[in-house]
């Protein structure tokens, strides 16, 4: 099992950045990636970023350039810095974790909020 804490939501300006966190705790040891999923009212959940145990990382096109998502190994961390956000950036953001099972855990979500 593994648990998964998100933190860092907020309502910013468009322009504006954010930071999200997510905690893992549990069988840490068996992930093979983590990343980021966010899900608009009336569209399905997509990726945002991925980082695998190894450092490779994968961004949506839509966030390229905007976005980095980095790791931390030693705090069982992951964060996903956000700049130049967009009202279209505006969803609820879901912290994933992948083992090398194939079993996908997901934490509960941090909204963001892109708004003049």
């Known amino acids: 099992q593994v648990q998964l804490v998100e933190s860092g939501g907020g309502l910013v300006q468009p322009g504006g950045s954010l930071r999200l966190s997510c905690a893992a705790s549990?069988?840490?040891?068996?992930?093979?990636?983590m990343g980021w999923y966010r899900q608009a009212p009336g569209k399905q959940r997509d990726l945002v970023a991925r980082?695998?145990?190894?450092?490779?990382?994968t961004y949506a096109d839509s966030v390229k350039g905007r976005f980095t998502i980095s790791r931390d190994n030693a705090k069982n961390m992951v964060y996903l810095q956000m700049n130049s956000l967009e009202p279209e950036d505006t969803a609820v953001y879901y912290c994933?974790?992948?083992?090398?099972?194939?079993?996908?855990?997901w934490g509960q979500g941090t909204q963001v909020t892109v708004s003049s």
């Open positions: 980082i695998t145990s190894g450092g490779a990382t």
């Open positions: 549990g069988t840490i040891g068996s992930l093979r990636a």
């Open positions: 994933d974790a992948l083992t090398v099972y194939s079993v996908r855990y």
